[in-house]
Every structure is written in structure tokens, then in C-alpha cells.
């Protein structure tokens, strides 16, 4: 089935009849589309060549519409209204959808969880679904953001800064009591628990290498999962090579000790990530709304 093709007069000639016919004065009219009252006429004039009739006619000095520009002018705002009403039916829709946020399982509970507790209490209407993988993103899958470590391309936009961190070594105050690390052998002869997954997360080797340690690093368990590790050296399994922004809050709270003197600034940063090419054009009011927020956190 096809459809009749609309033709419809030029934008700017109906723009300036509905403000002429609305205000009844050409100069109104132009004052407020910021044009010349000459240009008005003008857009008038074309207009009603087009359509092969009179819309305004002048008594005592006075613009007045036609019945033709009368009944014009009735449909067009009613047109516009239906229009107006559909745009705004669109954005209540666009900003009613969730925004869909992509984080490693490390990143979504240690760090971004806690966060959009705070942020759902000042934000109720804004639903958020977390995509936690220690995966990247699979091709073809959208999402509106992401939590991303590394180092970001220079000049790109669609990367912003949330925080750089630091790596530091980590383990339960029992362990630590019992092993008594006091330099760099001691904690590379300790059992290390390493991470053993896709993100590109500092591993042991290249901490000790940071160090420019030369010596053996001890055997520890493998997992492929930061919580796991997390848990693991709260369980005192062995030393974790934590970083201090994500593990703050269960060193504040006697959970894990920082070895603080081996500590040493993390190669990469954790940046927001929009994967559109202008940063959240395409992902909507509410997408940007937990961008600014989490950007100020």
C-alpha cells in the first residue's frame, strides 16, 4: 500500500502567517521572529501565491483575516498543538526509559552500587539497570554508559574522569599480624591472590615490576572474579593487590589493612564512558541526569 506524498508550502512562510494572524500585525510578528516586518509580507505574499488566495485584508488600517486565512489559521494551530502534544508524549517516553549502565562485577559492588542507592533516593523516576560483567560489552549490545579503566584517548569526549586511583596491597588484620610484611620480599614471598580475568586491571607482576623488584613472587590462588578475590583475602587466604578508592570503606571498617608503604599511583584512570559519538545526544534526559551525578561523586 502507498501513501499520497504531503506537499506542503515552505516552514518559514507558515511560521510567519500563524505569528501574523496570531498577533494580527505584521510588525508583531516580525518582532518576534526577529526579522523585518518587510520579510513577514513577504512570506505572506508567497504564501498566498501559493495557495492562490487572499488571507489578510486591510480596513481602516487595520490587518484582518480572511475567511480563507480564518480557517487557515485554525487548522495550522490545531496541527501544531497535535504536534507539540506527540513531542511531548516522545520525551515523557524517552525519559521514562531505564538507562542502562555497563560495570565489572569489582566496580558495580564496591563502588557504583552504594552509589545509585544515593542517587535513586533524590532521583525515584529514574529506573537504572546495571549490566555487570567482567566481560566487555558484546558487540552490538547497546548501552547508555560505562564504567571503564584504562587510559583514555586523547581528546575524545565520550571519555570523562571519575577518579584516578591507587594500588596497594591488602589483607585481613590476622593475616597481616601472623606474617608481619615489612618489604617488598616478605609480600612477594606471602601467598597472592591473583585475578585471573579479561578486564586489564594491574596484575602482581606488573606492581612488582612498578617497584622495580627483581626477585621471585610468590605462588597464591587464581580466581576470575574481583569480589571472590575481595573475599578471599577477607577470609585470609592471602594478600590481594586492592586498590584504595573501591576498598575504603572495608578498610575503614577494620575489614582489610592497606599495606600503605608499598602503595604506588594505578597506571589508568576510571573514566564514564558514552558509546555514542556526541556524548549522551542519543541516550535521553535521564541518561544524562546519572552522568552529571555520578561525574560530581
Request: hydrophobic fraction near 40%; charge should be negative; proline fraction near 7%.
Amino acid at each position: 500500500m502507498t501513501t499520497r506524498r504531503i506537499t506542503l508550502p515552505p516552514l518559514p512562510a507558515l511560521i510567519a502567517f500563524e505569528a501574523a494572524a496570531r498577533h494580527l500585525s505584521f510588525k508583531n510578528a516580525s518582532e518576534e521572529l526577529q526579522v523585518t516586518p518587510s520579510a513577514v509580507s513577504q512570506h505572506i505574499k508567497n504564501l498566498e501565491s501559493e495557495l492562490g488566495t487572499s488571507l489578510f485584508s486591510r480596513r481602516n488600517r487595520a490587518v484582518e483575516l480572511t475567511a480563507q486565512g480564518q480557517h487557515l489559521h485554525e487548522v495550522l494551530r490545531g496541527s501544531l498543538t497535535q504536534v507539540a502534544a506527540a513531542l511531548d508524549e516522545i520525551r515523557d517516553s524517552e525519559n521514562r526509559r531505564p538507562v542502562t549502565i555497563h560495570a565489572t562485577t569489582a566496580m558495580s559492588a564496591l563502588w557504583l552500587t552504594p552509589r545509585l542507592s544515593a542517587f535513586w533516593k533524590e532521583h525515584s523516576d529514574i529506573a537504572v539497570n546495571q549490566h555487570v560483567s567482567d566481560l566487555p560489552p558484546p558487540r552490538g549490545e547497546t548501552f547508555d554508559l560505562q564504567i571503564w579503566y584504562g587510559a583514555a584517548p586523547m581528546n575524545d569526549p565520550r571519555y570523562q574522569l571519575l577518579f584516578r586511583d591507587k594500588m596497594v596491597p591488602v589483607c585481613s588484620p590476622g593475616f597481616q599480624k601472623q606474617a608481619g610484611i615489612d618489604s617488598l620480599e616478605t609480600l612477594a614471598a606471602q601467598p597472592l591472590i591473583h585475578l585471573d580475568a579479561t578486564t586489564d586491571w594491574t596484575n602482581w607482576q606488573a606492581f612488582f615490576n612498578a617497584h622495580d623488584f627483581k626477585g621471585e613472587i610468590g605462588n597464591g590462588p587464581s580466581v576470575n572474579n574481583y569480589s571472590i578475590a575481595v573475599q578471599s583475602a577477607r577470609d585470609s587466604v592471602g594478600v590481594l593487590l586492592g586498590w584504595e578508592k573501591l576498598l575504603a570503606p572495608l578498610i575503614k571498617r577494620g575489614l582489610l589493612v592497606a599495606l600503605d608503604e608499598f602503595s604506588l599511583p594505578a597506571p589508568g584512570s576510571f573514566y564514564l564512558v558514552s558509546p555514542h559519538s556526541e556524548p549522551l545526544r542519543d541516550s535521553g534526559r535521564s541518561a544524562r541526569v546519572l552522568h552529571d551525578w555520578l561525574i560530581t561523586r
